[in-house]
């Protein structure tokens, strides 16, 4: 069974910084797409970030400057970088894993990220 599994969610206050990690299992990681979004109460989930296999790399125009997504293939693991956090950013934090061509798709349980003074 597939799993990927998020950490590094927490507790921040304005102006600082948590790195998200999700680990990916029983999985060709390589050939996934794999993303971060997030879900605020009350809110539609939305993408924050991507990386392709091909390593091609967006971001949401909300956090441009500040996340940053990369992938270690070799570690089956996908980081969400997040500096200078606001409040706007709380949310659940899931990680996606996406393979076009297959037509497969699988999410995390996600990751609470809280930004309060």
């Known amino acids: 069974q597939v799993q990927l599994v998020e950490s590094g969610g927490g507790l921040v206050e304005p102006g600082g910084s948590l790195r998200l990690s999700c680990v990916a299992s029983?999985?060709?990681?390589?050939?996934?797409?794999m993303g971060w979004y997030r879900q605020a109460p009350g809110k539609q989930r939305e993408l924050v970030a991507t990386?392709?296999?091909?390593?091609?790399?967006g971001y949401t125009d909300s956090v441009k400057g500040r996340f940053t997504i990369s992938r270690d293939n070799a570690k089956n693991t996908v980081y969400l970088q997040m500096n200078s956090l606001k409040p706007g950013d709380t949310a659940v934090y899931y990680c996606?894993?996406?393979?076009?061509?297959?037509?497969?798709?699988?999410w995390g349980q996600g990751t609470q990220v809280t930004v309060s003074s």
């Open positions: 996606n894993a996406q393979d076009l061509i297959g037509g497969v798709t699988y």
């Open positions: 029983r999985i060709s990681f390589s050939i996934y797409n």
């Open positions: 990386v392709t296999t091909g390593g091609n790399i």
